[in-house]
């Protein structure tokens, strides 16, 4: 196969020439111009474009723009650098059309990865056909499993990473996370990741928010098989994340993955409703402890409102400290429902995997935490009976919460 064929534009000889070393190492045909003019003309005639720095009249940005502007080019993808870790840069680069951005200092891994992916998408674009892999493990009844707590600090991340993984130890490939936490979403730091790009740049992507194998371009492999879709990295692009585009994630993702799990974080707001509506089932983390089931309480109110709450949630009992005040009675009584799984305390596994970025279900198989949250997984995907057992019709809680459940 011939080589692909890199275009890279900028002022700085300097560093045009060490782009050009990483990515003719790299197998690639690099071309590097620093007159824009002479670049324009022959951008068409490359797979992939680079806009480091420009002095002078027109900026990389200016020029992201013009070339994105020129349908003729729509096929040939741009990759920005920014000059440094400003959010700022990052956004206006996207704004101006931008495949992707990269910030310096960077990798040479890093760029030649994010160059790999962007010849990955744009090929597929061109009508390269979607790869689907037989799966040995058939599909569950629930795909999507949103996990949410109206309380940080509870064990959701944990909760949802652990869900994550343990499905994916069966179904390699076949399992995604996606971190919708739009605040320092922390999915990635759970298994040690570094995400190339997030949800944010996903946004951006009109195509790849509805094309699954595009989509997946936007995805960090963890072991032992999980794609990882990373939240954004700041509350600046964030933004870029909106209702609509949660939607269409969410339903190309579960068009291409046997299951997808969600991280809710800890805060509801449009976004956060799109995903209840969505889900399959809907993993409450609760903490046995007053505060955090007075907040538990004021949410169920507001969805059951909303007609969200219904037989797909799931409470789930994280006992964070080894000794609590309240009795799982106690809570199902508040809650007026029962509870699907009780998670154990552990003061030495849980902090083990933070700190490792090993989740305790691959880190610490064998420990009891780890059993727990594989049921947990099996009864979040409908593939194991909640532990309460039978559905016990519709209750009314000491709180008048009425639920179905
Ligand atoms: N069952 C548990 N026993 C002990 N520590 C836990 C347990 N569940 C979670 N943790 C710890 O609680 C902390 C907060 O967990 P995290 O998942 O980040 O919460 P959240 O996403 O709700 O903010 C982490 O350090 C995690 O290791
Ligand atoms: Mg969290």
Partial sequence: MPASTVLVIGSDRAALDQIRSVLTGAGYQVSDLEDVEEALRVVADHHVVVIDALKGPRSASDVCSEIRRAPALAAVPVLCIAQGDDVEDRVRFLEAGADDVIARPFDA???????????????????????????????????????????????????????????AQRRPDRVAIVDLDPQFGQVATHLNITPRQTIAELSRDETALDEPELLRTYAERAE?????????????????VTPQTV???????????????????????????????????????????????????????????????????????????????????????????????????????????????????????????????????????????????????????????????
Avoid: W
């Avoid at 032992?224 to 870029?240: D, N, W």
């Fill in 109 to 167: 891994r890093e760029l030649e990865a994010r160059i790999e992916a962007l010849l990955l998408r744009f090929q597929h674009s061109r009508g390269v056909a979607p790869t689907t892999l037989p799966s040995a493990t058939p599909a569950p009844v629930r795909r999507l499993v949103a996990c949410f707590s109206p309380k940080g600090g509870v064990g959701t991340t944990t909760l949802a990473v652990n869900i994550a993984v343990a499905l």
């Fill in 247 to 405: 939607g269409r994630i969410l339903a190309t993702a579960t068009s291409r993955y046997d299951a997808v799990i969600a991280d809710g974080g800890s805060f509801v707001d449009e976004r956060t409703l799109v995903l209840f509506e969505r889900a399959d089932s809907v993993v409450l983390v609760v903490h046995p402890e007053i505060a955090a089931l007075k907040a538990l309480h004021s949410l169920l109110e507001f969805l059951a409102e909303s007609g969200i709450v219904g037989s797909k949630t799931l409470f789930v009992v994280n006992h964070l400290f080894a000794r609590e005040m309240l009795k799982p009675r106690d809570i199902e009584n508040l809650l007026g429902s029962r509870i699907a799984i009780e998670i154990p305390h552990d003061t030495f596994v849980y902090l083990k995997a933070v700190n490792e970025g090993i989740p305790v279900v691959v880190g610490a198989p064998r420990s009891q935490a780890a059993a727990r949250l594989t049921k947990l997984a099996a009864i979040a995907i409908g593939e194991a009976a909640s532990e309460a057992g039978a559905a016990d019709g519709e209750r009314r809680g000491l709180l008048g919460i009425k639920l179905g459940i």
């Fill in 224 to 240: 032992p098989g999980l794609h990882v879709y990373a939240a954004p990295g700041s509350p600046a692009t964030a933004e870029l």
